[in-house]
Nanobody
Framework: QVQLVESGGGLVQAGGSLRLSCAASGSILSINDMGWYRQAPGKQRELVATMTNGGTTNYADSVEGRFTISRDNAKNTVNLQLNSLKPEDTAVYYC??????????????WGQGTQVTVSS
């Protein structure tokens, strides 16, 4: 069974930091894009940051300069360092990966989500 398992998250005061981690497991040939999305109450899920397997990053404007994504292709892991957190960063954060499990099959995989709450 191919899955993404997240860790990290929690409650932090504004200005604080958190680190999210995500590991992909199962029968995976390769992973293309890997990263993080988030969904706040009453809002649509939105991109936070992604990284290609070649290392190219893409950040939401709202987190640029505060969040840093990193990835270990050999371990199929991705991390997100969240600094200078703001109350508006409060959301459920989802790990995402575009995985290839055979030469015929590539699909999007999502983690179960981890809550990040920033108090003012």
């Amino acid at each position: 069974q191919v899955q993404l398992v997240e860790s990290g998250g929690g409650l932090v005061q504004a200005g604080g930091s958190l680190r999210l981690s995500c590991a992909a497991s199962g029968s995976i040939l390769s992973i293309n894009d890997m990263g993080w999305y988030r969904q706040a109450p009453g809002k649509q899920r939105e991109l936070v940051a992604t990284m290609t397997n070649g290392g190219t990053t893409n950040y939401a404007d709202s987190v640029e300069g505060r969040f840093t994504i990193s990835r270990d292709n050999a371990k199929n892991t991705v991390n997100l360092q969240l600094n200078s957190l703001k109350p508006e960063d409060t959301a459920v954060y989802y790990c995402y990966a575009n995985v290839r499990t055979s030469i015929f099959r590539t699909y999007d995989l999502w983690g179960q989500g981890t809550q990040v709450t920033v108090s003012s």
